[in-house]
């Protein structure tokens, strides 16, 4: 019987340190290489540019402004509206694949305190655009 209860209680140990491992969530840490894209992988990605932009502290009017500014040189743009954020100055984040039209994003706003910001996550959208006060 003491046999059977030894071998019960190791089995148990067993389950729970092997169950405890496999439960251990793990992360990998995010990376700060950039990536380039070149090829037709450029070019589809250059086509698929989509500049979504916040009023992050510019206002409605300075917003509205940026919109045409950036629809008149042929860059697909849409308002996300007002952001819980803001900021002194503009930021743009951007997908790796999309560094190429950020940069012409950013240098379209030549008034603007703009910093370009290449996005550690993964999502919906291609570049963001956080209009802020300067």
Do not use: H
């Not at 990605?45 to 008149?72: C, E």
């Not at 509206?81 to 999309?98: G, L």
């Amino acid at each position: 019987m003491i046999v059977v209860c030894v071998i019960l209680l190791v089995f148990g140990l067993l389950l729970y340190k092997s169950a405890r491992v496999a439960l251990t969530p793990r992360v990998n840490p995010p990376t700060t290489q950039n990536t380039v894209v070149s090829g037709a992988k450029a070019d589809e990605a250059a086509s698929n540019a989509v500049v979504q932009v916040y009023d992050s502290g510019a206002g409605t009017q300075v917003l509205n402004q940026t919109l045409s500014l950036l629809g008149n040189n042929k860059i697909n743009a849409q308002s996300l509206s007002t952001s819980e954020f803001q900021y002194d100055r503009t930021y743009i984040w951007y997908q790796p694949a999309y560094l190429d039209e950020a940069q012409q994003v950013a240098s379209l706003l030549k008034d603007r305190d703009v910093a370009l910001r290449p996005s550690q996550i993964t999502g919906s959208f291609t570049i963001l655009v956080y209009l802020g006060k300067k």
